[in-house]
T-cell receptor
Framework: GQQVMQIPQYQHVQEGEDFTTYCNSS?????IQWYKQRPGGHPVFLIQ?????EVKKQKRLTFQFGEAKKNSSLHITATQTTDVGTYFCAGKNNQGGKLIFGQGTELSVKP | EPEVTQTPSHQVTQMGQEVILRCVPI?????FYWYRQILGQKVEFLVS????????KSEIFDDQFSVERPDGSNFTLKIRSTKLEDSAMYFC??????????????FGSGTRLTVV
């Protein structure tokens, strides 16, 4: 079945350092979504990528979708303590299909 | 901002008992989902629901699980005979695939189910 793998599992950074999490799918995806879950909270939708090679930015966050639509990354520039949480990628095989989550990358930021 | 509402926030139940987890999706959303998250682990898909029927379910969603939309607003997950391994946070989500929507899922705050 479809698998979505995410690395690293944990990342500890000093405030101001950059952070990147990587996501790989065993199958070609129709789209990929990114979510953030604060400690004790629920997943909150950040963005969706649909097109091959697509790059989208949200302030200090940059999201990329690979050319083959099987991998994606999230890069945060100059992390802040408010960035703390677990970042999940989630992919779909087709537009109406189930959304499968990666294992998540837990980011901690030391002030 | 519209929210998905889940009740109760925490449910403790004895093994073998039935539980019903309740959700009120966003009113103009048409697609509904249940996911669960065992502490510290990934968010696992259970079931999707559209047009008053299950559209897809995972291998976790066996005969012990059922979903229902009993009226125009509620969406429920029933576990008939709970097992210890059913202990997890259960998230309800809804989405709207209309042309102007952002296609993301809106998750509720979850129900923490503890089976003892």
């Amino acid at each position: 079945g479809q698998q979505v793998m995410q690395i690293p599992q944990y990342q500890h950074v000093q405030e101001g350092e950059d952070f990147t999490t990587y996501c790989n799918s065993s199958t070609t995806l129709s789209n990929i979504q990114w979510y953030k879950q604060r400690p004790g909270g629920h997943p909150v939708f950040l963005i969706q990528l649909v097109k091959s090679g697509e790059v989208k930015k949200q302030k200090r966050l940059t999201f990329q979708f690979g050319e083959a639509k099987k991998n994606s990354s999230l890069h945060i520039t100059a992390t802040q303590t408010t960035d703390v949480g677990t970042y999940f990628c989630a992919g779909k095989n087709n537009q109406g299909g189930k959304l499968i989550f990666g294992q998540g990358t837990e980011l901690s930021v030391k002030p | 901002e519209p929210e998905v509402t889940q009740t109760p926030s925490h449910q403790v139940t004895q093994m073998g008992q039935e539980v019903i987890l309740r959700c009120v999706p966003i009113s103009n959303h048409l697609y509904f989902y249940w996911y669960r998250q065992i502490l510290g682990q990934k968010v696992e898909f259970l079931v999707s629901f559209y047009n008053n029927e299950i559209s897809e379910k995972s291998e976790i969603f066996d005969d012990q699980f059922s979903v229902e939309r009993p009226d125009g607003s509620n969406f429920t997950l029933k576990i008939r005979s709970t097992k210890l391994e059913d202990s997890a946070m259960y998230f309800c989500a809804s989405s709207d695939f209309s042309r102007t929507a952002n296609y993301g899922y809106t998750f509720g705050s979850g129900t923490r189910l503890t089976v003892v």
